[in-house]
């Protein structure tokens, strides 16, 4: 399961890679478990897209971590509890300019049945 993340202020992002041990999804398909790092947000800030500044450090891991769901009408979430997709991308949940620095961050990969 590859879980990408685009918060590039996010304590568990590592290389554009969630390093969470289980990520939650709330209802309205916001990622719960983003924690905010202000080091990281300062970098981006300081130095443009976190994508650009550290692309080596890109990581490729592929694990299996528990992706708690609540987003009952996502086409994911059969159980209604936990995600079934192959994968999830977490992008930032607000206005893109503020370059993934905003408060809120949820999964790009919910779909409406």
Known sequence: M???CRKCDCSYNTGASCEAKGIQVGRGHDC???????LKQ???IENGNLFEVAEELVSKNMK????ACDAKSCIFNKSGKE??????????????SQKGCSEKAECATFCEQ
């Open 2 to 4: 590859e879980i990408r």
């Open 32 to 38: 719960e478990t983003y924690l905010k790092n202000e």
């Open 42 to 44: 300062n970098l981006i």
């Open 64 to 67: 299996n971590v528990p992706l």
């Open 83 to 96: 995600c079934t997709a192959n994968g999830i991308t977490v992008i930032d949940g607000d206005d893109e």
